[in-house]
């Protein structure tokens, strides 16, 4: 999709639809105002009819409007316009895209630019439309045994500005906004990879594809044999069982000096969970394709920062592997040592991820990093206590929560934050090892992260469990949402603009 600016009058202007906003009660946004002088009073003569009335997100598509060059005009209700905020703006966008794929118009003039939405600015609107717009228009058909017989046609969308000095600040936030959604995209495409084909040696290839594509990246892959040497005891039980060799791949964003520190970030790569010995029930074992979607979410962040140039260090870590039952897989009741020397009772081999995790975190000690950051689809429990809307945040320093909260609720990838308190540790006590990795069925988000958080006593750590906001199963809606790329993307960028 491409993207543009337009402050040429909006009824001669030349394209193929044109969206504008109405609010309740027939107000007119400025833009619907010249539209409905030009054509002598046709808006507000179909707002009488009373087929729109201006509600959050109502559309009503017009054709041939009198004196409008477009042949076709869409009304898009933003409701009241006292009220309007951001997650109601990001809605009334998508509303707009929908409708508009649903045409055959290959370009189109989006004027919702001059809605006022509550504390934010021009360039968050623009931003917020770009990838609204971009996931709107998204789909996965890599697998389809051919193209799809009616594609979206659209081309092109650019942006009525109020005024030519706002051409820059708005060209600057599509530019931004661009690089983020061809990382969402990115991971998305990864996470929806069927786990025939996305294995860890494919992640692998996927992270090396990044070095070639961009000058700031460079990319290694342990194998094995090089964890074997590293004592990632915990990370090779989970591996075990199959056929497919785990991978631990390192991405690296050199954005600043050498001697900068970097922000790490971890992502948990199962690219296909079958919980092991510790079988999962089979009616919706096929969801755990999307166990790597912390994995996507490390990639597809890198990608964005590398397109946006990021003058920053960043380190992307994804612990790739497939959790198999086979005759050589872990057994409940073993016990393991992981790299930080501590030992692991492994009760249920369906809790993989951590076992995967506690190595690779402590591998990012030897980064000497400002922050880490991991990603994954860790527990069922996170879905049960948030749902589809939050992701659960867990983290040891107060600053980096704060951090990620005000990041994902300017962006609207949103966390919340959940307790690691002392007092949960005793659930994961162990008689004969160190610690097991499950801790019952009570507080089972918070124990997987009270199991991680004793292996980041080094540095300032958070831990994002997505497990139920990084994909949805649905009919046709199903997929990888691409989150929590947003939220990370926000996060860094911040702490680039601190320094």
């Given at each position: 999709?491409?993207?543009?600016?337009?402050?040429?009058?909006?009824?001669?202007?030349?394209?193929?639809?044109?969206?504008?906003?109405?609010?309740?009660?027939?107000?007119?946004?400025?833009?619907?105002?010249?539209?409905?002088?030009?054509?002598?009073?046709?808006?507000?003569?179909?707002?009488?009819?009373?087929?729109?009335?201006?509600?959050?997100?109502?559309?009503?598509?017009?054709?041939?409007?009198?004196?409008?060059?477009?042949?076709?005009?869409?009304?898009?209700?933003?409701?009241?316009?006292?009220?309007?905020?951001?997650?109601?703006?990001?809605?009334?966008?998508?509303?707009?895209?929908?409708?508009?794929?649903?045409?055959?118009?290959?370009?189109?003039?989006?004027?919702?630019?001059?809605?006022?939405v509550n504390e934010k600015d021009l360039a968050w609107k623009t931003a917020c439309m770009v990838e609204r717009f971009d996931a709107g228009l998204y789909s996965y058909t890599e697998m389809k045994g051919k193209p799809p017989e009616s594609p979206p046609t659209i081309e092109s969308i650019d942006f009525q500005l109020a005024?030519?000095?706002?051409?820059?600040?708005?060209?600057?936030?599509?530019?931004?906004?661009?690089?983020?959604?061809?990382?969402?995209?990115?991971?998305?495409?990864?996470?929806?990879?069927?786990?025939?084909?996305?294995?860890?040696?494919?992640?692998?290839?996927?992270?090396?594809?990044?070095?070639?594509?961009?000058?700031?990246?460079?990319?290694?892959?342990?194998?094995?044999?090089?964890?074997?040497?590293?004592?990632?005891?915990?990370?090779?039980?989970?591996?075990?069982?199959?056929?497919?060799?785990?991978?631990?791949?390192?991405?690296?964003?050199?954005?600043?000096?050498?001697?900068?520190?970097?922000?790490?970030?971890?992502?948990?790569?199962?690219?296909?969970?079958?919980?092991?010995?510790?079988?999962?029930?089979?009616?919706?074992?096929?969801?755990?394709?999307?166990?790597?979607?912390?994995?996507?979410?490390?990639?597809?962040?890198?990608?964005?920062?590398?397109?946006?140039?990021?003058?920053?260090?960043?380190?992307?870590?994804?612990?790739?592997?497939?959790?198999?039952?086979?005759?050589?897989?872990?057994?409940?009741?073993?016990?393991?040592?992981?790299?930080?020397?501590?030992?692991?009772?492994?009760?249920?081999?369906?809790?993989?991820?951590?076992?995967?995790?506690?190595?690779?975190?402590?591998?990012?000690?030897?980064?000497?990093?400002?922050?880490?950051?991991?990603?994954?689809?860790?527990?069922?429990?996170?879905?049960?206590?948030?749902?589809?809307?939050?992701?659960?945040?867990?983290?040891?320093?107060?600053?980096?929560?704060?951090?990620?909260?005000?990041?994902?609720?300017?962006?609207?990838?949103?966390?919340?934050?959940?307790?690691?308190?002392?007092?949960?540790?005793?659930?994961?006590?162990?008689?004969?090892?160190?610690?097991?990795?499950?801790?019952?069925?009570?507080?089972?988000?918070?124990?997987?992260?009270c199991f991680l958080a004793r292996y980041t006593k080094k540095y300032r750590w958070a831990h994002l469990d997505i497990a139920g906001t990084a994909f949805k199963w649905a009919g046709q809606n199903k997929g990888a949402t691409g989150r929590p790329v947003t939220l990370l993307t926000q996060y860094l960028n911040d702490r680039?603009?601190?320094?």
């Amino acid at each position: 999709m491409e993207y543009g600016t337009r402050a040429s009058n909006p009824s001669k202007t030349r394209t193929q639809c044109i969206v504008v906003g109405v609010y309740e009660d027939n107000q007119l946004s400025p833009t619907a105002k010249l539209l409905d002088k030009a054509s002598k009073g046709h808006i507000r003569k179909v707002l009488r009819r009373s087929d729109i009335q201006g509600k959050q997100s109502q559309t009503l598509l017009l054709h041939d409007v009198p004196n409008v060059n477009s042949p076709r005009v869409l009304l898009v209700g933003l409701g009241n316009a006292e009220t309007i905020d951001a997650h109601r703006f990001a809605s009334v966008t998508m509303a707009a895209i929908t409708r508009i794929k649903k045409t055959s118009a290959k370009n189109t003039l989006c004027c919702l630019l001059d809605a006022e939405v509550n504390e934010k600015d021009l360039a968050w609107k623009t931003a917020c439309m770009v990838e609204r717009f971009d996931a709107g228009l998204y789909s996965y058909t890599e697998m389809k045994g051919k193209p799809p017989e009616s594609p979206p046609t659209i081309e092109s969308i650019d942006f009525q500005l109020a005024d030519k000095a706002d051409r820059d600040e708005v060209s600057a936030s599509i530019a931004q906004a661009k690089a983020l959604t061809l990382g969402i995209a990115a991971a998305k495409d990864v996470a929806n990879t069927p786990a025939n084909i996305c294995t860890p040696t494919y992640l692998a290839t996927e992270a090396s594809q990044l070095e070639k594509d961009y000058t700031s990246i460079t990319t290694t892959i342990l194998e094995e044999k090089d964890m074997e040497k590293l004592g990632m005891g915990a990370f090779l039980s989970v591996t075990r069982g199959s056929d497919e060799p785990a991978k631990l791949i390192v991405i690296q964003h050199k954005g600043a000096k050498p001697r900068d520190k970097p922000h790490v970030i971890v992502g948990k790569g199962v690219t296909f969970d079958s919980g092991g010995i510790s079988l999962k029930p089979g009616a919706t074992m096929y969801e755990m394709i999307y166990d790597m979607c912390g994995a996507a979410s490390v990639l597809g962040t890198m990608k964005a920062i590398a397109e946006q140039q990021l003058p920053m260090n960043v380190v992307g870590v994804i612990a790739a592997a497939e959790n198999m039952p086979s005759g050589k897989a872990s057994r409940p009741g073993d016990i393991v040592k992981t790299m930080s020397g501590q030992t692991i009772e492994i009760l249920n081999t369906d809790a993989e991820g951590r076992l995967l995790l506690c190595d690779a975190l402590t591998y990012v000690e030897k980064f000497n990093p400002v922050t880490v950051i991991d990603i994954a689809t860790l527990t069922g429990a996170c879905l049960i206590a948030l749902g589809t809307h939050a992701t659960g945040l867990f983290s040891n320093a107060d600053e980096v929560a704060d951090n990620l909260i005000e990041a994902g609720n300017n962006t609207l990838d949103r966390v919340w934050r959940m307790p690691i308190w002392e007092e949960y540790q005793t659930q994961i006590k162990s008689a004969f090892a160190d610690m097991q990795n499950v801790g019952g069925r009570d507080a089972g988000s918070i124990t997987a992260a009270c199991f991680l958080a004793r292996y980041t006593k080094k540095y300032r750590w958070a831990h994002l469990d997505i497990a139920g906001t990084a994909f949805k199963w649905a009919g046709q809606n199903k997929g990888a949402t691409g989150r929590p790329v947003t939220l990370l993307t926000q996060y860094l960028n911040d702490r680039a603009n601190e320094t």
